[in-house]
């Protein structure tokens, strides 16, 4: 398949690229410059932000056959359903595939529970507030004749990079390792490799208006 894929340049978005052209697929990143950036692995660049949502106006071709939405929110709710609206309407009847990056924060603090599914109820934490909106936009359009799927990825390690990485090198810097919120709090996490793969399984063939959660190892301290 010919993917657009937003974020390409990013840490997870870096992973996607490597394991979609493994699988056989083409990448087209969309960046935010037309400055090239050879030796990524890409078949194009297509420039565009998410932050200026007519600017992805012309971004999916007649010939892209899946778009994996990877940039992050902008954080005003109107931009970022303007950028799903036109990233998803050039698909609106063709069956084919858009993969919305949302994130297990939407989840909020699961208390006692042990493991939470994709069925539980969202409960965002504040800064990924309206996320869930978002995700609600992304899969009524698998009505629409679009493969819509969302994915939550839990905290990304893995490749020397994410969130754990900069704790690890805040803990070395200052000879102490920190916590946030309380001790006993636990993250979901998952390698960057796996969840790549899990992004090339969702615009292979997870089933339109489906959520996935991206997560290796449910409860790490
Ligand atoms: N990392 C995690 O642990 C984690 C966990 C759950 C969910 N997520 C979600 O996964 C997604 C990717 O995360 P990441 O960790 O890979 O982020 P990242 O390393 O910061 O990469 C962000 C990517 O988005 C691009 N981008 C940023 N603003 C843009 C704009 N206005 N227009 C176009 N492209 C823009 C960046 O391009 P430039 O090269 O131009 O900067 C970069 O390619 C995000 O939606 C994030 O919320 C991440």
């Known amino acids: 398949m010919k993917v657009l894929l937003t974020g390409a340049t990013g840490y997870i978005g870096s992973a996607v690229t490597d394991h979609l052209v493994a699988a056989g697929h083409q990448v087209v990143a969309l960046t935010r410059g037309a400055e090239p950036r050879p030796g990524r692995g890409w078949h194009a660049q297509s420039i565009g932000d998410t932050a200026d949502p007519a600017s992805l106006a012309g971004a999916v071709t007649a010939d892209i ?63 990924v507030g309206y996320r869930p909106r978002i995700e609600r936009q992304v899969l009524a359009e698998a009505a629409e004749g679009v493969r819509a799927v969302v994915v939550r990825p839990g905290i990304v390690y893995g490749r020397g990079g994410g969130i754990p990485a900069i704790l690890v090198d805040r803990a070395r810097r200052q000879e102490v390792p920190e916590y946030y919120g309380a001790e006993g709090v636990r993250w979901p996490m998952v390698h960057v490799d796996d969840l790549a793969e899990l992004f090339v399984a969702a615009a292979e063939r997870a089933e339109a208006g489906t959520v996935w959660h991206g997560v290796g190892e449910s409860a790490v301290a």
């Open 65 to 127: 056959e899946a778009v994996i939405h990877l940039a992050p929110p902008s954080g005003d709710a109107d931009t970022d359903t303007a950028v799903i609206e036109a990233l998803i309407a050039p698909l609106r009847g063709t069956g084919r595939p858009f993969v919305y990056t949302s994130g297990v924060w939407v989840l909020g603090a699961t208390g006692e529970a042990q493991e939470v599914d994709e069925e539980a109820p969202t409960n965002p934490i504040g800064i």
